[in-house]
């Protein structure tokens, strides 16, 4: 969750910031077991269009990525009933 200022975290919650840079997104409109999905359509994207992800692959893991998947919506309140996801990777320098 964005906020202002960096706040502290604890047991179950980390924080931090994150870097700067160009990224590349897709909003997926789907149920949550379709993420993983949504983001291998976004790296094919990113690789088809030329452009580099931030990270390295390791075998099915990127490492040492920035990777966000951000919840837009409360599934409960949207009218199809699904999740609303952005899918968000930083593209490397």
Aim: net charge negative; glycine share 10%.
């Amino acid at each position: 969750m964005p906020t202002a200022t960096v706040m502290a975290g604890d047991d179950t919650v980390r924080t931090g910031t994150l870097p700067g840079g160009r990224y590349a997104s897709l909003v997926h409109d789907g149920p949550y077991q379709e993420l993983h999905q949504a983001n291998m359509t976004l790296m094919d994207w990113a690789k088809d269009a030329g452009h580099q992800l931030d990270g390295r692959p390791e075998g099915d893991r990127f490492v040492g990525a920035t990777r966000m998947e951000i919840y837009l919506n409360d599934p409960d309140q949207s009218p199809s009933g699904n999740p609303v996801t952005e899918v968000a990777f930083r593209l490397a320098d």
